[in-house]
């Protein structure tokens, strides 16, 4: 398992995060280890916390969009 500290995770995260995907990575602050990163699974990703929404179960507003955020605007 590859040991990096918090500021070469800070520096280098896209190439951390993707080596992490061959081999698990331990983040370590001041020489102890409090995270490792490692690929997610399929078991990770059960739950997803931002699941597909059904439209036929969402309010229906009869007023264009753009109109809403402009009076918004308007008002501050």
Not at 53 to 60: C, K, S, V
Request: glycine letters at 6%.
């Amino acid at each position: 398992m590859k040991t990096i500290s918090i500021r070469e995770l800070h520096t280098r995260t896209g190439h951390h995060v993707r080596s992490a995907t061959r081999q698990p990575v331990a983040v370590t602050d001041r020489g102890e280890t409090i995270a490792i990163l490692q690929p997610a699974t399929a078991a990770h990703l059960v739950g997803k916390p931002f699941p597909k929404r059904d439209r036929t179960q969402m309010p229906a507003i009869a007023v264009d969009s753009g109109d809403l955020i402009s009076t918004d605007r308007d008002e501050r």
